[in-house]
């Protein structure tokens, strides 16, 4: 029987599967993975949610509405990061997830549908431990969801002729309390700005401003600054404009050091954010004093004011 219905689509897959299965071997990466599907399947069902199918690494599920299904992809997260067992040499297994509410196409407990291609594309655009979802879904959360939502960039999208937003779901509880309002990826000329922030490594120079907002910082070769080290996250960091401030949200196992000239001390920043001001150096994992090579320096630059 076909049938035509609005649902809140999500998929969820283990980032990285095949480096798991390289550095485990079969059995123990199968089971891994099995641990990790077990988790997607019961955040699932215990929000309102049934799961279509099983792909591998992935799980695709429905659920009546947007708050459904990022209460369910929370939960992922949250048992995924917090599952010691679910920790390889020393190192996290990660899971992203995409979501988008729109209508399928109900046949023979499957769906189809346009809808279905958008979900997926959100999760091949999430880097691990994100939740991307789209305006769609975010138009239709509760206030509580919506707040803790925002805008980070826009992508295309097979079938889709216009380009569409992508929106970040901070589903970690420190990362809702620190946002502030989301911020507009437009820029107003004339307006004097945050300035720009300058971050240097490794012979490399990234400048972030109004038109360059964000970087993201770790070992997986996705980021956009790859710092190798045995205490670096695969996505340790990343460093964003927000609003009218250049901040520094820590995502990791073990931290982020940052190094603000002229402080007493050292900040240490985990699961959490940290203004940056000034200059000084950013050390993932370990103190700026016994890190090398890996140590990122960075300046603020504010905008000067035009002649009068």
């Given at each position: 029987?076909?049938?035509?219905?609005?649902l809140?689509?999500?998929?969820?897959?283990?980032?990285?599967?095949?480096?798991?299965?390289?550095?485990?071997?079969?059995?123990?990466?199968?089971e891994?993975?099995?641990?990790?599907?077990?988790?997607?399947?019961?955040?699932?069902?215990k929000?309102?949610?049934?799961?279509?199918?099983?792909?591998?690494?992935?799980?695709?599920?429905?659920?009546?509405?947007?708050?459904?299904?990022?209460?369910a992809?929370?939960?992922?997260?949250?048992?995924?990061?917090?599952?010691p067992?679910?920790?390889?040499?020393?190192?996290p297994?990660?899971?992203r997830?995409?979501?988008?509410?729109?209508?399928?196409?109900?046949?023979?407990?499957?769906?189809?549908?346009?809808a279905?291609h958008?979900?997926?594309?959100?999760?091949?655009?999430?880097?691990?431990?994100?939740?991307?979802?789209?305006?769609s879904?975010?138009?239709?959360?509760?206030?509580?969801?919506?707040s803790?939502?925002?805008?980070?960039?826009?992508?295309?999208?097979?079938?889709?002729?216009?380009?569409?937003?992508?929106?970040?779901?901070?589903?970690?509880?420190?990362?809702?309390t620190?946002?502030?309002?989301?911020?507009k990826?437009?820029?107003?000329?004339?307006?004097?700005?945050?300035g720009?922030?300058?971050?240097?490594?490794?012979g490399?120079?990234?400048?972030?401003?109004?038109?360059?907002?964000?970087?993201?910082?770790?070992?997986?070769?996705s980021?956009?600054?790859?710092?190798?080290?045995?205490?670096i996250?695969?996505?340790?960091?990343?460093?964003?404009?927000?609003?009218?401030?250049?901040?520094?949200?820590?995502?990791?196992?073990?931290?982020?050091?940052?190094?603000?000239?002229?402080?007493?001390?050292?900040?240490?920043?985990?699961?959490?954010?940290f203004?940056?001001?000034?200059?000084?150096?950013?050390s993932?994992?370990?103190?700026a004093?016994?890190a090398?090579d890996?140590?990122v320096?960075?300046?603020?630059e504010k905008?000067?004011?035009?002649?009068?």
């Amino acid at each position: 029987m076909v049938k035509e219905i609005e649902l809140a689509i999500l998929f969820a897959d283990v980032v990285g599967s095949t480096q798991l299965y390289e550095s485990l071997g079969d059995e123990q990466a199968r089971e891994t993975v099995s641990m990790c599907i077990d988790v997607m399947r019961q955040a699932t069902e215990k929000n309102n949610g049934t799961v279509i199918k099983t792909m591998g690494d992935e799980v695709m599920s429905t659920f009546p509405t947007p708050d459904d299904a990022l209460n369910a992809g929370a939960l992922m997260q949250h048992k995924i990061a917090e599952s010691p067992e679910l920790t390889v040499s020393g190192v996290p297994v990660a899971i992203r997830i995409g979501c988008h509410y729109g209508p399928v196409v109900l046949e023979n407990r499957d769906i189809f549908g346009s809808a279905v291609h958008t979900a997926n594309r959100m999760t091949s655009q999430a880097k691990g431990g994100q939740i991307l979802t789209t305006a769609s879904t975010v138009n239709r959360l509760s206030p509580e969801w919506r707040s803790a939502v925002r805008q980070i960039d826009v992508a295309h999208v097979r079938g889709q002729a216009a380009e569409m937003a992508l929106y970040e779901v901070l589903w970690q509880a420190e990362d809702v309390t620190s946002m502030l309002p989301s911020l507009k990826l437009t820029v107003v000329e004339g307006s004097g700005g945050p300035g720009r922030l300058i971050l240097e490594q490794g012979g490399q120079e990234f400048i972030l401003d109004e038109t360059n907002t964000g970087l993201t910082l770790g070992r997986a070769e996705s980021n956009g600054l790859v710092i190798k080290g045995n205490l670096i996250s695969r996505q340790h960091a990343r460093v964003e404009l927000r609003k009218s401030h250049f901040v520094l949200v820590d995502q990791s196992t073990n931290g982020t050091f940052v190094d603000i000239a002229g402080a007493d001390e050292e900040a240490f920043v985990r699961r959490d954010s940290f203004q940056l001001t000034g200059s000084g150096t950013i050390s993932l994992g370990k103190k700026a004093s016994v890190a090398k090579d890996e140590k990122v320096l960075f300046r603020l630059e504010k905008h000067r004011n035009p002649p009068a």
